[in-house]
């Protein structure tokens, strides 16, 4: 089991780049993206985001990670 590291984004803007979530995202560490529901409102916004980052990080695993009311979670994972 890989550490966790959680990054709080008010918006999809500020979602880190995608140099710095390769940075953080190592063979130890997987690295959570936590944003307001409001952030990721609209149709397929979720989606979209996860298949962006998945696209500028192939080497990466980027996943819906779910959510509860305050926060949907998009996960950044390391490929073996």
Known sequence: ???TIRVTCPTAGDIPPAYQLRAWATDDRHVVLQLP???LAGPGAKTLVVAR???AMPEFR???GGGDPTHELVTVTRLA
């Open 53 to 55: 980052l998945a696209a």
């Open 37 to 39: 529901p409001a952030a």
């Open 62 to 64: 980027v996943s819906d």
């Open 1 to 3: 089991m890989t550490a």
